[in-house]
């Protein structure tokens, strides 16, 4: 319901996070810290507060109008269910 467009973003770190140094390997500053950089892909900002907020608000807004919608197609059930017992009786008093 609530679309966010993507914002790429590329971090930069002095060394890769997900790397783990193999333990026969000594580490020194020179090559443990080599420059590491991420593109992040397919994520929005995150959500300030009064985003945030409105979509609080909207929960609610929205179940109102479901719950509006399912009475009023419960009630246009029972209307066609009405006119097909009548067109039944009516097709039956043809057919005698």
């Given at each position: 319901m609530w679309f966010r467009p993507e914002v790429v973003r590329t971090g930069r770190g002095g060394g890769d996070p997900r790397k783990t140094a193999a333990p026969d390997v000594v580490l020194?500053?020179?090559?443990?810290?080599?420059?590491?950089?991420?593109?992040?892909?397919?994520?929005?900002l995150p959500w300030n507060d009064a985003a945030r907020d409105a979509a609080h608000e909207m929960r609610p807004a929205l179940v109102d109008i479901v719950l509006r919608k399912a009475e009023e197609m419960a009630e246009l059930n029972e209307q066609l269910m009405r006119s097909n017992k009548e067109l039944e009786a009516f097709s039956y008093s043809l057919g005698r």
């Open positions: 020194s500053p020179r090559s443990s810290f080599e420059a590491w950089k991420e593109t992040v892909q397919q994520r929005s």
